[in-house]
């Protein structure tokens, strides 16, 4: 008996970037396949060029046959982008541009960053072991409002009497929909959400705690929700990280509180992350930069980027598929396959084949 079921076809804009880039999409794309193949899906994988390699190739940091491909695109997932052979290049026209005008055309408004410490990187955090074991948190960071968007915004005046003006603004509607994904996913966790802000100093924040605990009383009055001020809550993080559940905050804090709780595992190379909510395909990419002075090497480490293929697989629906990346990251750190961004000396593909290996056992 034959089976006429067809595969479900995953279709990703792979866009390998700059530097380490490519090293590290290509482990990610490997292990992502031998997980979604078993299981009946399909990557229809098409590659497009964006950064230095597009503005190479093309004159254009994010030409449009890649904008074209990201939004015809299920998901979208990144390497890197940058590196001192673009820096003399003007600002138009530099890499960065084109990873801001992706951004823009994707218009995902909420950053997702899991930040956890498993058992095999305990030793490694620069904090205590019994500070950090146990970490586990998301941090849902609001990524297109905020000081960094808000008007007006200027310098004005001559020295030495200069006036610089940032203004930090949220509208309700903004607030509403970052929240609806921080509740969402804190029901899919350990039920709970810390929202962090500073509403005790500024009008903006009093806004953003109203329509906060709103979203929680009238659709999610069975997920708990706490509001932390950003001072305190940034020292809780390096004293109690593991107080933390699903971590909600406006742009501008969740910049600051997500670099500093990436130094909890010891390293950037096993932090993925996305940007997801625009209505269209999620962007997914590791945390850390394209590395030049490692490219070509082979000694890149991929954890971030394939962990950042499980935060895909868990935006498209197949959490199964995520649950076996992570076990497989997680199976080749306690066999203390790690690469030299952790004190080891395992490559690029070892690596990728261990996580494969245990992905799939």
């Known amino acids: 008996m034959t089976n006429d079921v067809s595969p479900r076809v995953l279709n990703l804009a792979w866009l390998p970037g700059d530097g380490i880039g490519r090293e590290v999409t290509e482990a990610a794309l490997a292990a992502m396949r031998a997980v979604a193949e078993p299981a009946g899906v399909a990557l229809a994988v098409a590659e497009y060029p964006i950064g230095g390699a597009a503005f190479d190739a093309t004159g254009d940091p994010f030409p449009a046959v890649t904008r074209d491909g990201v939004l015809a695109a299920d998901a979208v997932l990144l390497g890197a982008v940058g590196g001192p052979a673009w820096d003399t290049l003007p600002p138009e026209r530099r890499p960065e541009r084109g990873l801001l005008r992706l951004r823009a055309a994707l218009g995902g408004f909420a950053n997702l960053r899991p930040v956890a410490v498993p058992d095999a990187l305990v030793e490694r955090s620069p904090l205590r072991p019994e500070i950090v074991r146990g970490t586990d948190m998301l941090i849902v960071r609001e990524l297109l409002g905020g000081v960094y968007f808000g008007e007006p915004s200027f310098v004005t005046g001559d020295a030495p009497e200069r006036e610089g003006v940032s203004t930090m603004r949220y509208q309700e509607v903004e607030i509403r929909r970052v929240a609806e994904v921080a509740f969402q996913w804190a029901e899919r966790r350990r039920g709970r959400v810390t929202s962090i802000d500073k509403a005790n100093v500024l009008a903006v924040s009093r806004l953003w705690r109203d329509v906060v605990s709103e979203v929680q009383r009238t659709r999610y009055p069975h997920v708990d929700l706490e509001h932390r001020y950003v001072d305190s809550a940034a020292m809780d993080l390096v004293l109690r990280p593991t107080d933390?559940?699903?971590?909600?905050?406006?742009?501008?804090?969740?910049?600051?509180?997500?670099?500093?709780?990436?130094?909890?595992?010891?390293?950037?190379?096993?932090?993925?992350?996305?940007?997801?909510?625009g209505g269209g395909p999620g962007l997914f990419e590791p945390i850390h930069g394209s590395a030049p002075s490692i490219a070509g090497k082979g000694i890149a480490n991929p954890m971030g980027t394939i962990l950042s293929g499980a935060l895909l697989f868990d935006d498209v629906g197949l959490p199964e598929l995520a649950a076996a990346l992570r076990r497989g990251v997680g199976a080749a750190l306690g066999q203390g396959i790690v690469p030299a961004d952790l004190g080891g000396t395992a490559t690029t593909d070892a690596v990728a084949r261990a996580v494969i290996d245990h992905a799939t056992a």
């Open 244 to 277: 933390f559940d699903v971590v909600l905050t406006g742009n501008l804090f969740g910049d600051i509180l997500s670099d500093l709780a990436a130094t909890l595992p010891g390293s950037l190379g096993v932090l993925p992350s996305a940007s997801v909510g």
